[in-house]
T-cell receptor, first 113, second 112 residues
Framework: KQEVTQIPAALSVPEGENLVLNCSFT??????LQWFRQDPGKGLTSLLL?????REQTSGRLNASLDKSSGRSTLYIAASQPGDSATYLC????????????FGTGTQLKVEL | KAGVTQTPRYLIKTRGQQVTLSCSPI?????VSWYQQTPGQGLQFLFE???????NKGNFPGRFSGRQFSNSRSEMNVSTLELGDSALYLC???????????FGQGTRLTVV
């Protein structure tokens, strides 16, 4: 059974800091891995998707890497801003599992002025 | 291009009642998945429909059911509501080789 873990559970940083969020998964037979952002009471916004054959993806100040063999992904946020405050979730899609995503428990990020 | 639309956004129901939630996926997407999000359990997979057929099912009681129509719109139904069913229900739409999932804004269900 796939299990996804995110560390840390919560993070508070001053504006402008670069930060790294971690995601680990137990079964490396994945099709892809997605990072999402969730604002309180809202739905999930897709940030980055990494296919199993890829090592990293970049979008603006965000960079996500994937090391399938070790079961790890990281989300790097450069020059953090207060608007980045949200919960960040990673989710894996397993091969042959249809479109069922297994989610981590999230990292709650607060960027302070 | 319109995103994923969930209706209604908020619902308050009484224990024992039933409820139906709706999800309209992104045009062209044939896969719709449903998730329950609670503070204690996080995001849990309910089921997935693809081309009107249930393709995957999570570990939820039979009170939770769903269906998908020929236009890919999906509904989920919860019968005999319990207090523990209070949650944010999210639906995701997927399509294409990347299988990227796009989520709606969710339906907040409160059972009193």
């Amino acid at each position: 059974k796939q299990e996804v873990t995110q560390i840390p559970a919560a993070l508070s940083v001053p504006e402008g800091e670069n930060l790294v969020l971690n995601c680990s998964f137990t079964d490396s037979a994945i099709y892809n891995l997605q990072w999402f952002r969730q604002d309180p009471g809202k739905g999930l916004t897709s940030l980055l998707l990494i296919q199993s054959s890829q090592r990293e993806q970049t979008s603006g100040r965000l960079n996500a890497s994937l090391d399938k063999s070790s079961g790890r992904s990281t989300l790097y946020i450069a020059a953090s801003q207060p608007g980045d405050s949200a919960t960040y979730l990673c989710a894996v899609l397993e091969r042959g599992g249809g479109n069922k995503l297994t989610f981590g428990t999230g990292t709650q990020l607060k960027v302070e002025l | 291009k319109a995103g994923v639309t969930q209706t209604p956004r908020y619902l308050i129901k009484t224990r024992g009642q039933q409820v139906t939630l709706s999800c309209s996926p992104i045009s062209g997407h044939r896969s719709v998945s449903w998730y329950q999000q609670t503070p204690g359990q996080g995001l849990q997979f309910l089921f997935e429909y693809f081309s009107e057929t249930q393709r995957n099912k999570g570990n939820f009681p039979g009170r939770f059911s769903g269906r998908q129509f020929s236009n890919s719109r999906s509904e989920m139904n919860v019968s005999t509501l319990e207090l523990g069913d209070s949650a944010l229900y999210l639906c995701a739409s997927s399509g294409g080789a990347s299988a990227e999932a796009f989520f709606g804004q969710g339906t907040r269900l409160t059972v009193v």
